[in-house]
Each structure stands twice: as C-alpha cells, then as structure tokens.
C-alpha cells in the first residue's frame, strides 16, 4: 500500500497570507490527525477527523482549521500567518484512530513563514 | 503541554553497541508508541504496546512498559549508523484520539 502523502513538502508565505495543506491516508484508513512540529514546543496535537467528523481537537486558535472529504483526504487550513506558524506540519493516518490503533504519518509539509 | 518525556535527551554510542531510551509520562494511558525520526522528516512508527503488555519485541528493537511507575524504555541492539535519529514517545489514553509526544531523544550512533 501506498503511504500517506501530504502536499506540498515545502511551502513560503508571507504574514497575513493563509495557506491549505492537503493530506491523502493510506487507502483504507478512515483516520486523519495533524500535528505541528517546532524546535520549542515539540509535536503538538492540532485535531483529528474520522468519517468527515472532527472528534477532537487541541489547542490552537480559531485560525488553524480543518476538515476531511469523503475518500478520507484531509485539508487544513491555516489563515492570518504568524511568524510562529512556521513549522512541520504532519499528518498521520490510521485505520480507525481508536485507542489502540498504530498511526502512520506522512513527510509533512515544512511551512516557512517570512 | 508534553506528557512524555524521553530520557535522556540525547544519547552518543559506537556501532554494535546496544541503546536504551526512556519515557516517562504523567496520566493513565490505553497505549504508548515509539517513533522514530530522521533529520526533521516525516515520523516513522516503530512499535505500539498496550497498557496491559509488559514487553515487547520487534527485530532489534525491544520495548517495556511499566504502568505503575509510568515509564517505558526502548532498547535498541547492535546499533548501525542508520539508527541514527531522534526517538519519541507518545502516549494516548480515555476516550480522545490524539497522541501526546515526548520531545525525543536524538541518538547518534558512530561508525
């Protein structure tokens, strides 16, 4: 099977610009997470999408936004850049996101902000 | 906020040599996964224990779990130069569907 793949893999915006990145799981899986990865605060959750429904979100403001079609591809959205924003955003897949379920992510996509 | 965190943070050893990595985490969990990351690049699972296994094995690679103190350790055997990357933990448990990450050890291992 294919892995997940995430487009694009690199991405320049500048403040105040929004930006989509899209994520296609491994076929079968119904299962869509995103993280955001910086040097200072880790890998941090940003939500999660089973069937179109978003069942949990973390802590991040109203700008960060997603959501999943119905072949399981997920997009986000981020809009009003910050500087801050800059960073990988990964996407993760898994069969049915449950508790015990392994999740597989994708290369991610390394978003720089100037 | 972090609820692993991977001990120590970074580790150096020679070719052949076994590594051993810890995780340590603050609440109840269903499951702890442990990953592995090359040079800011996308994460590559390596092996989920539940939280009612005790230990666990794949290839070179060998993972406890101890839910009294919270811990869990990831030894890897014989080293290679390619294990070269940073190792996290992640944690879920209740009813969300999120994983909870360490902030990684990096191991560099040397030819």
């Known amino acids: 099977k294919a892995g997940v793949t995430q487009t694009p893999r690199y991405l320049i915006k500048t403040r105040g610009q929004q930006v989509t990145l899209s994520c296609s799981p491994i076929?079968?899986?119904?299962?869509v997470s995103w993280y955001q990865q910086t040097p200072g605060q880790g890998l941090q959750f940003l939500f999660e999408?089973?069937?179109?429904?978003?069942?949990n979100k973390g802590n991040f403001p109203g700008r960060f936004s997603g959501r999943q079609f119905s072949n399981s591809r997920s997009e986000m959205n981020v809009s009003t850049l910050e500087l801050g924003d800059s960073a990988l955003y990964l996407c993760?897949?898994?069969?049915?996101?449950?508790?015990?379920?392994?999740?597989?992510f994708g290369p991610g996509t390394r978003l720089t902000v100037l | 906020s972090q609820q692993g965190e991977e001990d120590p943070q970074a580790l150096s050893i020679q070719e052949g040599e076994n590594a051993t990595m810890n995780c340590s985490y603050k609440t109840s969990i269903n499951n702890l996964q442990w990953y592995r990351q090359n040079s800011g690049r996308g994460l590559v699972h390596l092996i989920l224990?539940?939280?009612?296994?005790r230990e666990k094995h794949s290839g070179r690679l060998r993972v406890t779990l101890d839910t009294s103190k919270k811990s869990s350790s990831l030894l890897i055997t014989a080293s290679r130069a390619a294990d070269t990357a940073s190792y996290f933990c992640a944690t879920s448990g209740g009813s969300n569907y999120k994983l909870t990450f360490g902030k990684g050890t990096l191991l560099t291992v040397n030819p």
């Open positions: 076929s079968g899986h119904r299962s």
């Open positions: 224990i539940r939280s009612n296994e």
């Open positions: 999408y089973f069937s179109e429904t978003q069942r």
């Open positions: 993760a897949s898994s069969s049915q996101g449950g508790v015990y379920n392994e999740q597989f």
